[in-house]
């Protein structure tokens, strides 16, 4: 798979080579942003799982996607002699090369560094913090490629116009109301993770005293959804993560758990709050206008965090 917005072939090109989830994926864009600062004039891609190669293109500094999966990245952990011919046309044709994959295995690092003729450099996927656990992920990666992480700015997911238009339709087939729009992600990569579902109820049905609500599910939550439909209110399911990232946009604000999918609301510059519980906020809180709350809080303290949040937004957009 290959996510294109258009090539010239006479451009330098740069490829980001990240095998990460999405909440991973969002941590690491400040450093993509500071690669394509560095490598001013060149195209950057980006080799990622397939929905996150389609994400990034064209709504971050990637310009083009390329799926982890393809053949020429599974020869590269071949055991045979040379180089593989289909890995070298791929990866030759680039300027350079920074790989946060495989970093620790050897022969992953000789092949990609002969199909590529040596310009790449690896760099850890989950880069350790400085030993006073208050680096946060997405600075560790900017020092990892040996940039600044002072300021460390939120990462920045630009939805396009398809995106506001899917979710614009999304929410109006659900009779939203965009106006006082607050959207639920009551999921994550593990259940674990997540705020307890009856708690997730309870702040829907204060929410919806004052706003309208709706419930975001994943492909990983449809359990959730009969739960979730017996509030009578509205729940999306099974949305690109585009329509996700234009959802949040064009909301209020959002409450969601530590997943990967609050990280992409705050990257689309939504306000919200995301309750943790086992990580670290320090390390693997979204970036952004976001108010970071721990499991054991209350629905009713949830409700009045975001409304902290939108209010205060509200003052200082009037105030402009």
């Given at each position: 798979m290959t996510t294109t917005l258009g090539m010239n072939c006479s451009v330098k090109r740069v490829l980001v080579i990240f095998p990460g989830a999405l909440g991973d994926f969002v941590c690491v864009l400040p450093a993509i942003e500071a690669l394509a600062m560095r490598h001013r004039g060149c195209v950057i891609e980006l080799m990622a799982r397939a929905e996150l190669a389609r994400l990034a293109a064209g709504r971050t500094a990637v310009a083009r996607g390329h799926s982890i999966d393809a053949p020429h990245v599974s020869a590269l952990f071949s055991e045979s002699d040379g180089v593989n011919l289909n890995a070298r046309d791929f990866?030759?044709?680039?300027?350079?090369?920074?790989?946060?994959?495989?970093?620790?295995?050897?022969?992953?690092?000789?092949?990609?560094?002969?199909?590529?003729?040596?310009?790449?450099?690896?760099?850890?996927?989950?880069?350790?913090?400085?030993?006073?656990?208050?680096?946060?992920?997405?600075?560790?990666?900017?020092?990892?490629?040996?940039?600044?992480?002072?300021?460390?700015?939120?990462?920045?997911?630009?939805?396009?116009?398809?995106?506001?238009?899917?979710?614009?339709?999304?929410?109006?087939?659900?009779?939203?109301?965009?106006?006082?729009?607050?959207?639920?992600?009551?999921?994550?990569?593990?259940?674990?993770?997540?705020?307890?579902?009856?708690?997730?109820?309870?702040?829907?049905?204060?929410?919806?005293?004052?706003?309208?609500?709706?419930?975001?599910?994943?492909?990983?939550?449809?359990?959730?959804?009969?739960?979730?439909?017996?509030?009578?209110?509205p729940v999306l399911k099974d949305l690109d993560l585009g329509t996700v990232a234009g959802i949040a946009r064009l909301a209020t604000g959002f409450v969601g758990n530590d997943s990967g999918v609050s990280h992409l609301a705050a990257g689309a510059d939504a306000r919200g709050v995301v309750i943790f519980g086992l990580s670290d906020p320090q390390r693997w809180r979204p970036l952004g206008r976001i108010a970071v709350l721990g499991q054991q809080v209350a629905p009713d303290e949830v409700a009045a965090a975001l409304m902290l949040i939108i209010n205060r937004h509200a003052c200082e957009k009037h105030s402009r």
């Open positions: 990866f030759a044709g680039y300027e350079r090369i920074y790989s946060f994959f495989a970093s620790n295995d050897a022969n992953f690092r000789m092949r990609l560094g002969g199909a590529s003729g040596g310009k790449v450099s690896f760099h850890p996927f989950r880069p350790i913090d400085d030993g006073s656990h208050e680096l946060h992920v997405a600075a560790a990666y900017l020092r990892s490629i040996g940039e600044s992480d002072a300021p460390l700015l939120h990462p920045q997911i630009e939805p396009n116009r398809e995106d506001l238009r899917a979710a614009a339709d999304a929410l109006a087939k659900a009779r939203c109301n965009l106006s006082t729009l607050i959207a639920i992600f009551p999921g994550s990569g593990s259940p674990a993770k997540n705020w307890p579902l009856d708690k997730f109820e309870a702040l829907a049905r204060i929410l919806s005293e004052r706003a309208n609500v709706v419930f975001i599910l994943g492909p990983a939550e449809s359990a959730m959804e009969k739960t979730l439909r017996e509030c009578e209110l």
